[in-house]
């Protein structure tokens, strides 16, 4: 963290934020800086969406007491919250990375992908409009990938769209536990001296 100290004390950079950890991860790293006069992590990227829901478990709880932002990637679920069944695209027959995250949990998935729909036609607005809505309720700012121009009209469209607290209750009903997936299923000590892993054997030293 020295060295993203520097960044910020050089005014190369205003804030640092972090990506893809366990909320213990982001705590021993805040509270290290903090008790070392260093700069904090003032936000988290993580994997977060109405079908991918396991940051509620205690990053969320953790960023509200802390006041740290969550700015999560992944928010359409590589297009599966965008999509009515039938509908694909190139992204969704070709991404191989986002196959790994979400064809293991297809089908409970598509419950809640179907209650996404259900409400898209009650309000004559796009799927993308109800899923983004949704997640500006719990987050500070999602990441949205876009493509064409009318994915980025109904991004900003979400932010004028509100559910009433039944229609958030009725979209999240649904979901049942996933297994991490992807970057965060390789965060663990067994996982540290593989390839491609986020993660090193030294943040396991407590």
């Known amino acids: 963290m020295d060295g993203l100290n520097r960044v910020v004390k050089a005014g190369k950079a205003r804030y640092i934020g972090i990506s893809n950890c366990f909320a213990w991860q982001l705590a021993k790293a805040n509270y290290y800086a903090r008790e070392n006069a260093m700069t904090e992590f003032i936000s988290i990227q993580g994997h977060y969406n109405l079908i991918a829901r396991e940051e509620e478990r205690e990053m969320a709880p953790f960023c509200y007491s802390e006041n740290i932002a969550m700015t999560p990637y992944s928010s359409l679920a590589g297009g599966r919250l965008s999509k009515r069944p039938g509908e694909t695209s190139k992204r969704l027959e070709e991404d191989s990375y986002a196959r790994l995250k979400y064809d293991g ?44 121009i009318h994915h980025m009209e109904d991004a900003v469209k979400a932010v004028d769209f509100n559910l009433t607290s039944g229609e958030t209750a009725y979209l999240e009903e649904a979901y049942v536990p996933h297994r991490l997936v992807g970057v965060m299923a390789q965060n663990t000590r067994e996982a540290s001296g593989k390839e491609h892993v986020w993660s090193v054997k030294e943040d396991y030293v407590l």
């Open 105 to 148: 949990t297809a089908r409970q998935d598509q419950v809640v992908i179907g209650r996404v729909v259900e409400l898209a036609d009650k309000y004559g607005v796009s799927m993308t409009e109800v899923a983004l809505a949704w997640l500006l309720e719990k987050v500070t700012a999602p990441v949205v990938g876009m493509t064409k």
